[in-house]
Nanobody, 124 residues
């Protein structure tokens, strides 16, 4: 079992930055693929970024490439999402997710564990 708690969301102006954190409980965090997803009002949950258990492989949605960076610190059981050059269309609830798989997947249904989410609002 893995429990996930996100933090770092808030209100920011367009062009600004935020760093989200996701703290995980459990001794096997380092063996989990981690992902960040987001869901805007009236829209389906969408993949944002994913990272392999070692941190050696990362994947991004086209909409965030070059602006967002996912990273992890297995010693701290934490995964991060650095978000730069934020746009109003980035406004959503952001969720971290974990799964004991080898390869990163963009499919939300493949992830077994989810956090409660943190709100990110970007004003224009």
């Amino acid at each position: 079992q893995v429990q996930l708690v996100e933090s770092g969301g808030g209100l920011v102006q367009a062009g600004g930055s935020l760093r989200l954190s996701c703290a995980a409980s459990g001794r096997t965090f380092s063996s989990y693929v981690m992902g960040w997803f987001r869901q805007a009002p009236g829209k389906e949950r969408e993949f944002v970024a994913g990272i392999s258990w070692s941190g050696g492989s990362t994947y991004y949605a086209d909409s965030v490439k070059g602006r967002f960076t996912i990273s992890r610190d297995n010693a701290k059981n934490t995964v991060y999402l650095q978000m730069n050059s934020l746009k109003p269309e980035d406004t959503a609830v952001y969720y971290c997710a974990a799964d004991p798989r080898v390869l990163v997947t963009t499919a939300s249904a493949e992830y077994d564990y989810w956090g409660q989410g943190t709100q990110v609002t970007v004003s224009s």
